[in-house]
């Protein structure tokens, strides 16, 4: 349900206003309003700019200390998402105590030096990369008055010929193999001048690369100093990465700081939020009505003479909105959290919903198996990692859709795509079949139909929840469509059955049954029309477009249906494809046959789960919501001291 509030106004001396946004944002239950127009607070802002910019140096420093220090978190803690209890004082403490400034500086000096260090290290590598195929040059090739000599590149699948050729053609020449790797060989060939030209010729015309050592003097001489400054350079870059991990000690300190920082600059926000006189000062809110008395009490300890009215809410109001819901409810709040929320003056539609998207989302899977070990896998997971009852719902949601899978899936007679079949008789083969009332490849038709009647049963279920939505609400204009709709549908589906299975006495009356409820469509259908003669015409359109409506919905439920077929026929077919594998390989087809079965039943349960959610949420958002319900509501954001890495108490 949609929490009832109660929109007030505090009132108290200006030199309480301090006090009073402390208070507000430590028990944290009031939702400031913001007026619409903010007045211009140079010093605030300038406060809340020095905020940001301590924020931005914890965020850099954070970063880099995470980049460099690995801290040990064990799978448990990385999957309960439990928080480490701490005081609002132990957090204030410990930020008073940091230096950020400091701190930023120091960090920062540190980065450059490994940057700069880095930058080095890579220079290194690249100058002897590119030194490598010069190792054996002793010296730089130099001209003589008749001698030449040339350094370069020739490619290895010319290479032969290339050599062969030249010893043919030219007798006065001294070709020197330096190195081969896959770009080529390189060469250092020296020859007469005279023969210059006819040498750069076959040169040419085997690709060969003329290229200048990148030498000064002796390359093995070069590599050798650079492979020692690189040594050296990687020495200095190890001592900067351990003198880093003397500050994993701040990596606490510093998400304590980002927590303190953050609700300092929110109440900061508040405080622009304020109206002002001279004297006093005025915090319009949103309070849960429930925490009106809890308010007052906090505010009292504050001063006496504060003063708290409560304001009529007015239609020019936008209340925010916070949804509760009983323990077996609140798991479906992570379906309409997905849609977004309703408006204030709308009715939470979770309640309406959980039924049908967990039915629907156990038709999508129609494995008992798979529903077994999601039910069991979700349960256990709470259990043993210790996950906190506000993080649970989503584990929760997937443990009753794993619980209501095992009994739909017992039903279609679905277990790990088992072919009941091929099973020999015996108890295994009994157990299946004495619970299994539909054989989803066979009864096609007839699962079909049960998706088209459960999506009718929702499309119908609609309408009365817009009627109780109209009641809640005072809306007499939805109470009426509501009705008239509901009483359509319901006379359209007596007169289907009626029809269909030939029964004489609905046969008879399955006319005045639906006549009925269409003279009161349209009559409800038309209300806002003001011309006599238009009404008529203006009901029946509204009845195509609703009956066009309709059917296009049930039609979209097909597609349980059609997740049901396949999660079966992929379980099947994985059974298959092992047994293949089993029976074709001696011995070790048995090892693959084992990772067969659980790598390729739990990547099928985990994408028809991924999907039927999905598709179970759309046939909400789609076909249901939007016969009673328009959405987007404001969310109630409380004043308050919300950590992002602690559970703050006291």
């Known amino acids: 349900m949609i929490a009832p509030l109660q929109k007030i106004n505090i009132i108290a001396q200006k030199r309480h206003q301090n006090q009073i946004l402390e208070a507000l944002?430590?028990?944290?239950i009031a939702h400031i309003i913001k007026p619409k127009k903010i007045k211009i607070n140079k010093i605030i802002e300038q406060k809340i700019q020095k905020i940001d910019f301590d924020l931005t140096n914890i965020k850099f420093i954070s970063g880099f200390l995470k980049d460099n220090i690995k801290e040990k978190q064990s799978l448990k803690d990385r999957l309960s998402m439990a928080k480490k209890p701490q005081t609002f004082n132990q957090i204030k403490k410990k930020k008073e105590k940091l230096n950020i400034d400091k701190l930023t500086k120091t960090i920062a000096g540190i980065e450059t030096n490994l940057q700069e260090g880095q930058v080095k290290l890579d220079e290194i590598q690249k100058h002897l990369k590119e030194l490598a195929p010069w190792i054996n040059l002793t010296e730089l090739p130099q001209e003589t008055k008749h001698t030449q000599t040339i350094t370069g590149c020739a490619p290895l699948n010319k290479y032969a010929e290339f050599i062969r050729i030249l010893d043919y053609k030219i007798k006065e020449l001294s070709i020197e193999t330096l190195h081969q790797d896959s770009k080529g060989a390189y060469l250092q060939i020296t020859f007469l001048k005279k023969h210059e030209s006819?040498?750069?010729e076959i040169l040419a015309s085997h690709d060969f690369e003329i290229q200048i050592p990148p030498v000064k003097s002796n390359a093995a001489a070069e590599i050798s100093h650079l492979k020692k400054e690189k040594d050296r350079v990687r020495l200095a870059l190890k001592k900067w990465k351990k003198y880093i991990g003397k500050f994993k000690k701040y990596i606490e300190t510093l998400k304590m700081a980002e927590d303190y920082l953050s609700w300092q600059k929110e109440k900061?926000?508040?405080?622009?939020?304020?109206?002002?006189?001279?004297?006093?000062?005025?915090?319009?809110?949103?309070?849960?009505?429930k925490d009106l008395k809890s308010l007052k009490n906090a505010l009292c300890e504050v001063s006496s003479n504060i003063l708290i009215i409560n304001l009529k809410i007015t239609n020019r109001d936008n209340p925010p909105v916070i949804i509760e819901n009983k323990n077996f409810i609140a798991p479906f709040e992570s379906v309409t959290g997905i849609?977004?929320?309703?408006r204030y003056n709308e009715i939470d539609p979770t309640p309406y919903l959980a039924p049908f998207f967990i039915v629907f989302f156990a038709l999508c899977l129609t494995d008992a198996g798979y529903g077994l070990v999601m039910a069991i896998t979700s349960f256990a997971a709470i259990k043993i990692l210790q996950i906190p009852p506000k993080n649970q719902k989503?584990?929760?949601?997937?443990?009753?859709?794993?619980?209501?899978?095992?009994v739909v899936g017992a039903l279609f007679g679905g277990w790990f795509g088992i072919d009941v079949a091929a099973l020999s008789p015996g108890p295994i083969k009994n157990f299946i079949e004495f619970f299994k009332i539909i054989d989803p490849m066979k009864d096609t038709l007839l699962f079909m139909m049960l998706c088209f009647g459960l999506g009718m049963a929702q499309v119908w279920f609609a309408q009365i929840v817009k009627v109780i939505s109209g009641y809640k609400h005072k809306q007499t204009g939805a109470i009426a469509s509501g009705?008239?709709?509901a009483l359509f549908l319901a006379a359209a589906i007596v007169a289907i059955i009626g029809s269909g299975l030939k029964i004489s006495a609905l046969t008879n009356v399955r006319l005045y049954i639906i006549l009925i409820p269409i003279g009161a469509l349209m009559i409800t259908e038309s209300r806002n029309t003001k011309n006599l003669f238009l009404k008529?015409?203006?009901?029946?359109?509204?009845?195509?477009?609703?009956?066009?409506s309709v059917m296009s919905d049930v039609l979209s439920y097909s597609r349980l249906m059609a997740l049901g077929l396949a999660t079966g026929i992929i379980a099947f077919i994985i059974n298959t494809i092992a047994v293949i594998f089993r029976d074709l390989i001696p011995y070790a087809g048995w090892v693959i046959w084992f990772f067969i079965l659980i790598g390729g039943h739990l990547f099928n349960l985990g994408i028809n789960a991924l999907g039927g959610f999905i598709h179970s949420g759309r046939l909400q958002f789609v076909e249901f919501f939007p016969k009673f319900m328009e959405g987007g509501g404001e969310k109630f954001e409380p004043l308050r001291r919300e950590?992002?890495?602690f559970e703050i108490s006291g």
């Open 25 to 28: 944002q430590s028990i944290g």
């Open 198 to 200: 006819q040498i750069k």
């Open 268 to 289: 900061l926000q508040a405080k622009l939020s304020l109206r002002k006189t001279k004297f006093f000062v005025s915090i319009k809110a949103w309070v849960k009505k």
């Open 394 to 406: 989503l584990f929760r949601l997937l443990g009753y859709g794993g619980l209501l899978t095992f």
């Open 339 to 342: 849609y977004g929320l309703p």
């Open 643 to 645: 950590s992002k890495y």
């Open 483 to 485: 009705i008239a709709w």
């Open 536 to 548: 008529p015409l203006v009901g029946i359109i509204a009845i195509v477009q609703g009956l066009i």
